[in-house]
Nanobody, 117 residues
């Protein structure tokens, strides 16, 4: 089964920036919405940002103005540019992809982002 592979996580100081990338390990057709979610220790997974095939975006209030989601429809990649990072942004970040074809929904294995104060 095709997997989503995230990269770009790591340790960064507060106020710094990080760019996450996500690419499928194989071909996925009829991709609709792509997005990023995150899960901090002891908390539920939450939406960070999503982007439609046409480029419409949606952001969690906590990241508006700091994070930017983008996608490459040719390579089926999705990116998350994170600026002005805060310690509360520390979490495992997961890539998500929705397709009109089975199995409809794909998740990455997650990449850790740690923001030090």
């Amino acid at each position: 089964q095709v997997q989503l592979v995230e990269s770009g996580g790591g340790l960064v100081q507060a106020g710094g920036s990080r760019r996450l990338s996500c690419v499928p390990s194989g071909m996925i057709f009829a991709i609709n919405e792509m997005g990023w979610y995150r899960q901090a220790p002891g908390k539920q997974r939450e939406l960070v940002a999503t982007i439609t095939r046409g480029g419409s975006t949606n952001y969690a209030d906590s990241v508006k103005g700091r994070f930017t989601i983008s996608r490459d429809n040719i390579k089926n990649m999705v990116f998350l540019q994170m600026n002005s990072l805060k310690p509360e942004d520390t979490a495992v970040y997961y890539c998500n992809l929705n397709s009109s074809l089975l199995p409809y929904n794909y998740w990455g294995q997650g990449t850790q982002v740690t923001v030090s104060s």
